[in-house]
Structures are given as structure tokens and as C-alpha cells.
């Protein structure tokens, strides 16, 4: 195992997805319920891509938390800075998908929203090398991570979704990486070639500061933005099974190679973009997360 220690901030919760195969609420379908918040399935890629991952996150003393809980230490992450939340429901969130009519999400905060400044700094205690981070936490925790990490000199990396808050404002981020919807709900440009993910980059820089700008574009690859130059980073293709997870996993491994390779952002970016494939060809979420050697024998292999 490397020494990299990644501390990882971010919701953890289930998910609930019903398919219906028609519109009214009676039709056949089918129904699954996966572990796979944005922190639970960084901090469980980090570990079993070889790194320490520490969780500082919140779920609620009931079944659902018990689950999640041992998932995570399952996975070798340390809980140390984790907390049951006895006042609150573990998170939790329902998609509906009806056959024709799109996907909707309801989602139900629960222990997350409780994430206080008392527990984000005796987590800071655990000296990372990096903080992996979900924007999907609320702005005050969001704020005093990125205030912390400043006053620590701990890089700041942001994983970015349409579910993020706004986050105009923050502390100089190491990585701000967002998903192509979240790029485009944020820009008005929506990333497709070279030149529209520039446009978006650009539009992304004015409002917000970091090093490194990654538009996450699924099987299109990520787009490398550092304000001066740009480059794509090609995709792998693999038959997918599960698109469930692929961003955080690929966010999670580019945080953790990054370290590992002297903060050099395009081969970081190559390796997350290897463990992602073989990410979507299982299903799971947070459970389909590959392995350090899986990783290794697939780069090797293509």
C-alpha cells in the first residue's frame, strides 16, 4: 500500500431505483437500492486503489447506516473521523426512471446536513496529503473544509455534479472537476469538442480559482484545462454494465495518482479514466470499484 493519505468529505447515503415500464404507478418494472453517495464511494476507491483513505462523514443510527458503515470498513477506510448521527436518518435518495417520460430524483439529506465544524477539524487532526471533496456537501462545511485545508497547506480537489451547491467564492482549489452536465449547467456552454470545453473552462475560471480544470466527460474522455494549455485525455472503451459511480471513481484515482506521480495531472488523469472503465463494466456502485492490481493489469493490457 502507498503512504498517499487522502481525507475525503462528502455524502453518504443509498439509493433506491424504481423502473417502471409505463407511466402510471401499477406498471411492472423492476427495483434496486445500491451504497453509492459521493463519499463513501471516493473514500472506498481510495482505499482499494492503494491508498489511506479517511471518511469524515455522517450517517444515522439505523439499518441503512449499519449497511454503509460496513461497506466502508470492508474496504480498509479508516473511520476514525466518521460519526453516527443519532439525532438523524442515514441520507438517502429515490430514482425513478419511467419508460418515455426521463428519470426523476428525490433526494433526502439526512445525517449529511448535520456535517459541523467541530467534526471537520478534529478530522484535519489525521494530517492528509489531500482533501477529496463532494461539492454536494452544504456551503458552510464546504467553507471550512477549504478554509482548513488552506490554513494546513492540504490541496483541495472538488468533485463537482449537478447536485453541488454553488460554489463561487471558495478558497484556491488544487483540482476543480466537474461532470459535463454540471460544466454546462454552470457556463451556459455545454463541453462537446475541444473548443466548446475550452469555452467552458474559461467560463468555469472566472468563477472559480484552481490549478487545474478537469471536465469530466464520461466516454468522450476529460478535458485538462491549467489556464495557459489544454489537453484531452482519452477514454477507454469497455461494455457497460453500470454507469453508476464513474465519475466519483475516476475523480477518486485521479486525487490519489496525482500524488503518487508528483502532481502530474495528465497521467493521473489516464489512470482514473482505467479504473473508471472497469468500473461501469460491474454493477454495484460503490461495490464496483476495482482494485489496485485490477487497474494496474488493464493499463498494462491496453
Not at 40 to 54: D, F, I
Not at 229 to 237: A, D, F, N
Given at each position: 500500500?502507498?503512504?498517499?493519505?487522502v481525507?475525503v468529505?462528502?455524502?453518504?447515503?443509498?439509493?433506491?431505483?424504481?423502473?417502471?415500464?409505463?407511466?402510471?404507478g401499477?406498471?411492472?418494472?423492476?427495483?434496486?437500492?445500491?451504497?453509492?453517495?459521493?463519499g463513501?464511494?471516493?473514500?472506498?476507491?481510495?482505499?482499494?486503489?492503494?491508498?489511506?483513505s479517511?471518511?469524515c462523514?455522517?450517517?444515522?443510527?439505523?439499518?441503512?447506516?449499519?449497511?454503509?458503515?460496513?461497506?466502508l470498513?470492508?474496504?480498509?477506510?479508516?473511520?476514525?473521523?466518521?460519526?453516527?448521527?443519532?439525532?438523524?436518518?442515514?441520507?438517502?435518495?429515490?430514482?425513478?426512471?419511467?419508460a418515455?417520460?426521463?428519470?426523476?430524483?428525490?433526494?433526502?439529506?439526512?445525517?449529511?446536513?448535520?456535517?459541523?465544524?467541530?467534526?471537520?477539524?478534529?478530522?484535519?487532526?489525521?494530517?492528509p496529503?489531500?482533501?477529496?471533496?463532494?461539492?454536494?456537501?452544504?456551503?458552510?462545511?464546504?467553507?471550512?473544509i477549504?478554509?482548513?485545508?488552506?490554513?494546513?497547506?492540504?490541496?483541495?480537489?472538488?468533485?463537482?455534479?449537478?447536485?453541488?451547491?454553488e460554489?463561487?467564492g471558495?478558497?484556491?482549489?488544487?483540482?476543480?472537476?466537474?461532470?459535463?452536465?454540471?460544466a454546462?449547467?454552470?457556463?451556459?456552454?455545454?463541453?462537446?469538442?475541444?473548443?466548446?470545453?475550452?469555452?467552458?473552462?474559461?467560463?468555469?475560471?472566472?468563477r472559480?480559482?484552481?490549478?487545474?480544470?478537469?471536465?469530466?466527460?464520461?466516454d468522450?474522455?476529460?478535458f485538462?484545462?491549467?489556464?495557459?494549455?489544454c489537453?484531452?485525455?482519452?477514454?477507454?472503451?469497455m461494455?457497460?454494465?453500470?454507469?453508476?459511480?464513474?465519475?466519483?471513481?475516476?475523480?477518486?484515482?485521479?486525487v490519489?495518482?496525482?500524488?503518487?506521480?508528483?502532481?502530474?495531472?495528465?497521467?493521473?488523469?489516464?489512470?482514473?479514466?482505467?479504473a473508471?472503465?472497469?468500473?461501469?463494466?460491474r454493477?454495484?456502485?460503490?461495490?464496483?470499484?476495482?482494485?489496485?492490481?485490477?487497474?494496474?493489469t488493464?493499463?498494462e493490457?491496453?
Amino acid at each position: 500500500m502507498s503512504n498517499e493519505k487522502v481525507l475525503v468529505f462528502g455524502i453518504c447515503r443509498s439509493t433506491l431505483t424504481l423502473t417502471c415500464d409505463g407511466q402510471g404507478g401499477g406498471d411492472a418494472g423492476s427495483y434496486e437500492t445500491v451504497l453509492g453517495g459521493h463519499g463513501e464511494t471516493m473514500a472506498v476507491a481510495v482505499a482499494r486503489l492503494g491508498g489511506k483513505s479517511v471518511f469524515c462523514g455522517r450517517v444515522g443510527d439505523d439499518s441503512g447506516g449499519k449497511r454503509l458503515v460496513r461497506l466502508l470498513d470492508g474496504a480498509g477506510v479508516d473511520l476514525s473521523c466518521f460519526r453516527v448521527d443519532r439525532e438523524a436518518q442515514t441520507g438517502f435518495s429515490v430514482r425513478i426512471r419511467r419508460a418515455g417520460a426521463g428519470e426523476e430524483t428525490i433526494v433526502f439529506p439526512g445525517a449529511d446536513k448535520n456535517l459541523n465544524e467541530e467534526q471537520i477539524r478534529t478530522a484535519f487532526l489525521c494530517a492528509p496529503d489531500a482533501v477529496c471533496l463532494s461539492a454536494a456537501l452544504p456551503r458552510p462545511a464546504l467553507d471550512c473544509i477549504c478554509r482548513l485545508a488552506r490554513e494546513h497547506g492540504i490541496p483541495v480537489f472538488l468533485n463537482y455534479g449537478t447536485d453541488g451547491v454553488e460554489v463561487g467564492g471558495l478558497s484556491e482549489l488544487e483540482v476543480f472537476s466537474p461532470d459535463g452536465e454540471a460544466a454546462y449547467a454552470m457556463t451556459g456552454v455545454r463541453p462537446a469538442g475541444a473548443e466548446s470545453c475550452l469555452a467552458a473552462a474559461i467560463e468555469m475560471q472566472k468563477r472559480v480559482r484552481a490549478r487545474y480544470y478537469v471536465l469530466r466527460l464520461g466516454d468522450r474522455g476529460a478535458f485538462v484545462y491549467d489556464g495557459t494549455y489544454c489537453h484531452m485525455v482519452s477514454s477507454y472503451v469497455m461494455q457497460q454494465t453500470d454507469l453508476r459511480g464513474a465519475d466519483d471513481v475516476f475523480f477518486a484515482a485521479m486525487v490519489l495518482e496525482y500524488l503518487r506521480v508528483g502532481r502530474d495531472i495528465l497521467p493521473a488523469c489516464a489512470y482514473a479514466a482505467a479504473a473508471s472503465a472497469l468500473t461501469v463494466a460491474r454493477a454495484g456502485e460503490a461495490a464496483s470499484v476495482p482494485d489496485a492490481d485490477e487497474v494496474l493489469t488493464f493499463l498494462e493490457r491496453s
